[in-house]
């Protein structure tokens, strides 16, 4: 550990803070360019206890970087000389407020700069924990999976995250996620083949498919395992809702746009924001 | 129409000579900066016109453009369409000569086997589906046999018989009706790693649109689609540039898989 304690516990801590003051924040890595991924996860740890201390529950946890898509568009666009490894996704927290219930909307001004993701979203129906969990244990302990949308809220300003350990600190964007309504084994759809479509206002704008989750969305369940267990030494509760990363790239947020995700076999999810 | 009789009958044996030859030729918008469409499907049919004489028989069409990021890697926002021949067909997991090509790429779309003619009042979507026999995956392997080092525009593309080089056939065949296409999804990988995914709504929001387009465009000019023609309805994903030695392999979800080798 090369850091302090006390200066991540108030990288943390000013992380939380512009989420619930609904501010930006200026890059950390600037000032302290040594932090690390390991010391990213420490202080998402410090972070997640000061929540959890406040009462506020753990309903589950996000991926980031997980496609193709995605990795692309964060390398392009989003950071500054953040290097993202393909076989290694982020990895944040999912706390009960973020919820949307099936029939909310979405309102703009509770955010800072919103963006938003369909997903799979797999739900447990027991306790996945150490090293030695794959894609088929994934499958094993899944009770369904559903699709979502994530709302991702980099806290940073004009959404630039730098450095190894500024995401992660940040709890990987994480502000909000909605849940679809048909649920399924995840033995009973095709993992890999099922055709994602988005549209933004009635017109397409995203053409993907499951697999473009590091092949098949398990295997990222598997890793946000392997990470939590290396990381915290800590397990996926049985119920945790797993939000497994953005099949298309993400997609700015305005008022009054009315976003559908159409998934093959699994139904549709939408949300209107206003 | 810009160009000659003798420029545009020119400039069809100088492209069919680059794609028996497996030569590069200089796209003719550089010769010609002023030709237009009408040129270009002129030269294109020049092209058709000298493979029948050489004894191919024509599968079908296939439409190029399709999707937003093949024209976005293109620059260009229509669609655009070539002839495809019976003896440029390979069978799915087929190995395929990369010297026959000038700059090989391979791209993964849909094709349609019609049963019926397309004929008469504006074709719709639905009249597409009611004509169509079969759906099946297919991979096509385009050939870009102009030269890269000038510009090229979407009418040399047209030109060259919108760069269709051979095509990849599934195996197994779906009703029309049977799946949404436009929810495909195309997990497409190239040398086992993935390159790209999308699905069947990124070829003009369906692919059954895509060849409704082509119907209406033949339509138009009195030559309709007709019953036994195979259409390949344009890709999902940008393709991939391919040398001997690569293999690409496209999985369609329910639709199965279809892959090639280059040697």
């Known amino acids: 550990m090369s850091v302090d304690k006390k200066i991540l516990e108030e990288l943390a801590h000013i992380s939380l803070e512009g989420e619930r003051g609904n501010y930006e924040i200026e890059p950390f890595y600037t000032k302290y360019p040594e932090l690390d991924r390991n010391d990213g996860y420490q202080a998402q740890k410090l972070r997640l206890d000061m929540q959890l201390s406040e009462g506020q529950r753990r309903v589950g946890f996000k991926l980031g970087g997980t496609s193709l898509a995605k990795r692309k568009q964060v390398a392009l666009e989003l950071t500054s000389g953040a290097y993202i490894p393909p076989d290694a996704p982020t990895v944040g927290q999912l706390m009960d407020y973020m919820r949307l219930e099936e029939d909310a909307e979405l309102v703009l001004s509770e955010y800072i700069h919103p963006k938003l993701e369909a997903e799979l979203a797999f739900v447990l129906d027991r306790e996945l924990f150490g090293p030695n969990v794959h894609a088929p244990d994934v499958m094993m302990a899944t009770a369904y999976v559903t699709p979502a949308f994530e709302i991702i809220d980099s806290r940073f300003r004009d959404f630039k995250m730098g450095g190894k350990a500024d995401a992660i600190i940040d709890n990987v964007s994480s502000r909000g996620f909605k849940l679809g309504r048909v649920r399924k084994s995840p033995f009973d759809v095709d993992m890999t083949g099922m055709g994602v479509r988005t549209s933004f206002n009635g017109a397409f704008t995203g053409y993907s498919a499951a697999g473009a989750v590091m092949g098949h969305p398990a295997r990222a369940v598997a890793s946000l395992c392997r990470t939590m267990y290396e990381q915290w030494n800590a397990g996926l509760p049985a119920g945790s809702i797993i939000l497994t990363g953005a099949i298309c790239p993400s997609h700015v947020l305005t008022r009054g746009d009315r976003v559908i995700s159409d998934f093959e076999g699994l139904g549709s999810i939408w949300v209107n924001v206003v | 129409m810009t160009m000659t009789m003798e420029e545009i009958q020119e400039q069809g044996r ?98 349609f086997r019609l049963k019926a003619d397309l004929t008469g009042r504006e074709i719709t979507p639905e009249d597409v589906l009611r004509a169509t026999e079969y759906v099946v995956p297919c991979l096509e392997l385009v050939d870009v046999r102009q030269r890269l080092d000038v510009p090229r525009k979407v009418f040399d593309s047209i030109a060259d018989n919108a760069s269709f080089g051979a095509f990849v056939v599934g195996d197994t065949p779906v009703r029309p009706y049977a799946i949404d296409f436009g929810l495909v999804g195309y997990v497409y990988e190239h040398n086992n790693r993935q390159a790209e995914v999308s699905c069947g709504a990124a070829v003009l ?59």
């Open chain 2, 205 to 263: 929001d369906h692919p059954v649109k895509a060849v409704a387009w082509l119907a209406n465009r033949f339509r138009e000019i009195g030559q309709p689609l007709r019953a036994g023609e195979f259409i390949l309805s344009g890709s999902a994903i940008a393709m991939e540039t391919a040398a001997a030695g690569d293999n690409f392999r496209c999985r369609y979800g329910r639709l199965g898989e279809v892959s090639v080798n280059f040697v």
């Open chain 2, 14 to 111: 100088l492209h069919y000579q680059s794609i028996q030859a497996a030569v590069p030729v200089t796209p003719p918008s550089h010769l010609y900066p002023k030709m237009d469409e009408e040129d270009a499907y002129a030269i294109a049919g020049e092209v058709v016109r000298r493979y029948l004489e050489d004894g191919y028989t024509v599968a079908g069409k296939k439409i190029g453009l399709t999707s937003s990021a093949m024209r976005r890697l293109g620059g260009i926002y229509e669609p655009d369409y070539g002839v495809i021949f019976n003896e440029c067909c390979y069978a799915n997991e087929g190995e395929v000569p990369a010297a026959g090509f000038v700059q090989p790429a391979v791209e993964a779309e849909l094709g």
